[in-house]
């Protein structure tokens, strides 16, 4: 940068046509002015001036240099303004991944009023179940719901990620309705096969903190959440779910909770950036925007669940 620097004082030198005019118009001492001229010289290993008491004009060296180093000045003025400009100014292209599930429900009603907001601002959403690199997938932002595991990403909590215990209406007039945690070993459950393994423990909370793990099992699996949120409905099981992915089916009597004065543990839903110093705005405003929509009480479970 220190060449660049001589290279914008040569130019401005020849501008306007003085060293002393050049290093008042850029505050220098003409001392510190024609150091700097004499080392872009010595650097580059040619005289650039020709200097006399009454002009001052280029050397054929200073004039090639000069015709060809303005362009680069230039460019590098208007980058370096540019991403000064975008260091206060939401704009670009935000790039996001999240659940198929949760970004089609939740995510896409919101996107046009995010665009509307900032309209220098393009989106480019990845829906995927897959855990996703967001580094090397080039990724400014992933919605990811559960436990957390990489240290190198920056995670800001959106709401949280509670989950219900729910069955179908037909399923609990077909094999009753459990009233223990032990009770659900005796029951079809549907479980989720993920990355971890299948989770046929599941770990459930009296009103009194107590906490039983209870290992069940059942005819059905999947390592899709969609699949098991169908599998429920249609009377197959008993399951446990986010309550951002079955809140439909509970307000419409679809599926009904299991052991209402139980619990399963909760876990949060996050918006995760790649570590940085200095988070981009469109980021920032983003995950600002989501906070602001979600929160503690999410629209998702603005509502009572009840036992028929």
């Known amino acids: 940068m220190d060449r660049v620097g001589d290279l914008s004082l040569f130019l401005r030198v020849l ?36 200097r006399t008491t009454r002009q001052l004009r280029p050397t054929p060296e200073g004039a090639a240099l000069a ?10 003025e208007a980058l370096t303004g540019g991403l000064r400009q975008a260091a206060t100014e939401i704009a670009g292209t935000l790039r996001l991944t999240a659940s198929a ?32 690199d967001l580094v090397g997938s080039g990724f400014d932002l992933a919605i990811r719901i559960g436990a957390l595991e990489d240290s190198t990403l920056v995670a800001r909590k959106l709401a949280p990620n509670r989950r219900v215990i729910c069955a179908s209406p037909d399923y609990v007039r077909r094999h009753g309705m459990p009233n223990s945690p032990e009770e659900l070993a005796r029951h079809d459950c549907l479980l989720l096969v993920g ?56 307000r419409a009597k679809r599926l009904i909770p299991v052991m209402p004065d139980y619990s399963v543990a909760e876990s949060g839903i996050y918006a995760v950036m790649p570590q940085r110093r200095l988070i981009p705005p469109r980021v920032r405003a983003f995950a600002d925007f989501l906070a602001e929509r979600f929160g503690e009480h999410p629209p998702w479970e603005r509502y009572e669940l009840s036992v028929p």
């Open 67 to 76: 015709e060809q180093g303005r362009a680069l000045v230039e460019d590098l």
């Open 101 to 132: 599930s949760f970004g089609r429900q939740y995510l896409s009603p919101l996107l046009p009023e995010f665009l509307a907001l900032h309209p220098r601002l393009k989106i480019s959403v990845n829906l995927s179940d897959q855990l996703l």
């Open 195 to 250: 990355s971890q393994g299948r989770q046929d423990l599941w770990r459930i909370r009296d009103r009194q903190g107590r906490e039983t793990a209870v290992r069940v099992s059942g005819r059905f699996e999947s390592n899709l959440g969609e699949l098991l949120r169908d599998a429920v409905v249609a009377g197959l099981g008993i399951a446990v779910h986010s309550t951002w992915h079955v809140n439909e089916d509970l």
């Open 15 to 50: 501008d306007l046509g003085s060293i002393s005019a050049a290093a008042r118009s850029l505050d220098l001492s003409v001392a510190v002015a024609s150091q700097r001229l004499k080392r872009l010289e010595r650097d580059l290993g040619v005289r650039l001036l020709h």
